[in-house]
């Protein structure tokens, strides 16, 4: 029969779900994946979500083992936020291009160009230049992080140009910014947005922030992933075209089964939140490594930057729920 190979598929994948599942509760382990991950890691999370979920849960887990399914400075910011529990990443190789943009030492010759400057750095950065910044900022939170500096500060971004004009559009505050990117995200084209808003005229346009600025000009919502997520869901409209990478359809489909999700460029694949498999989410469980590890003094610095993101964050929510 012609479906037998895929019935013994998924047969073989849901084996190692339940073997990981089982190791998981074994090692007291906590399971985070990005929203971008392959669908079947993401079946098996603890939680699927963007950077700020993932980093607000990882800083709140009573696990001692911290599995960190998506890219290396994910993990870092785990192990930077719990230095008390073990964090591992399956494939220590998924780095992010974008992060690899800036490093340490050029953020310091910035800040010394720029000695009145705040620095906030995207969560998508290394540990050595969150450890080298004032503040962290998300795609989720980037706008609520720069207005929480006063109005006569000026604010230094990195190293996403993208998000630091969509978040200089937004505000009031004076911004400037490194010159990063997503490939994934910058090379999306208004061209290929029309041609998409032409065959679903009634589809509503989400995109993320990481896209380039004539791109946002035609989005009906700028939205970080769980952002896209939550707002599909409450949405009446049936029809959305996702400008993010492809990996997001997924949980997208799965919360709201009754419409239709359309990617505002099929080619939108991140090929390192592609890595990571469940074979090596099952060897890293089996052998608890590879481990990350974060030098202490980088760690207490990074911390720092991070940890006043959150309370902003942790304050905002606050606010909204006494109104």
């Not at 939680?47 to 400075?73: N, P, R, W, Y």
């Not at 791109?215 to 599909?232: R, Y």
């Not at 709201?256 to 694949?269: G, Q, R, S, T």
Request: aromatic share 4%.
């Amino acid at each position: 029969m012609k479906t037998e190979p895929e019935t013994r598929n998924q047969a073989h994948i849901k084996a190692l779900q339940e073997k990981i599942r089982d190791l998981l509760d074994k090692r007291n382990a906590l399971l985070l994946v990005h929203n971008y991950q392959r669908p079947e890691v993401q079946d098996i999370a603890d939680l699927c979500g963007d950077s700020l979920e993932l980093s607000i849960k990882a800083s709140q887990t009573d696990a001692e083992v911290i599995v960190f399914c998506g890219v290396h400075f994910m993990a870092e910011t785990a192990c930077i936020l719990c230095p008390d529990k073990k964090v591992l990443i399956p494939v220590p190789t998924a780095g992010c291009p974008m992060a690899d943009m800036i490093t340490a030492k050029e953020l310091k010759e910035k800040r010394q160009e720029m000695p009145d400057a705040l620095v906030i750095s995207y969560v998508n950065t290394t540990a050595e230049v969150k450890a080298e910044s004032d503040l962290c900022c998300t795609s989720a939170n980037a706008i609520q992080i720069a207005n929480s500096v006063e109005p006569s500060i000026q604010i230094f971004m990195a190293p996403d140009k993208n998000l630091a004009k969509y978040t200089k559009r937004h505000t009031d505050r004076k911004i400037s910014y490194w010159d990063g990117y997503c490939p994934v995200h910058n090379n999306l084209s208004v061209e290929q947005v029309r041609n998409v808003k032409k065959a679903h005229p009634e589809a509503i346009f989400l995109a993320h922030p990481e896209c380039p600025p004539d791109v946002l000009d035609l989005a009906d919502e700028v939205k970080s992933t769980s952002g896209m997520i939550a707002f599909a869901t409450n949405s009446k409209k049936k029809e959305f075209i996702i400008g993010t990478e492809i990996g997001i359809l997924y949980p997208l489909s799965k919360a709201a089964p009754d419409k239709l999700f359309i990617p505002a460029d099929p080619n939108m694949i991140c090929a390192d939140m592609k890595k990571t498999g469940l074979r090596d989410v099952l060897r890293t469980l089996e052998n608890m490594k590879p481990q990350v590890n974060v030098p202490v003094k980088t760690r207490l610095k990074a911390k720092e930057a991070v940890e006043r993101m959150l309370a902003i964050h942790k304050k905002q929510k606050d606010v909204l729920a006494n109104e």
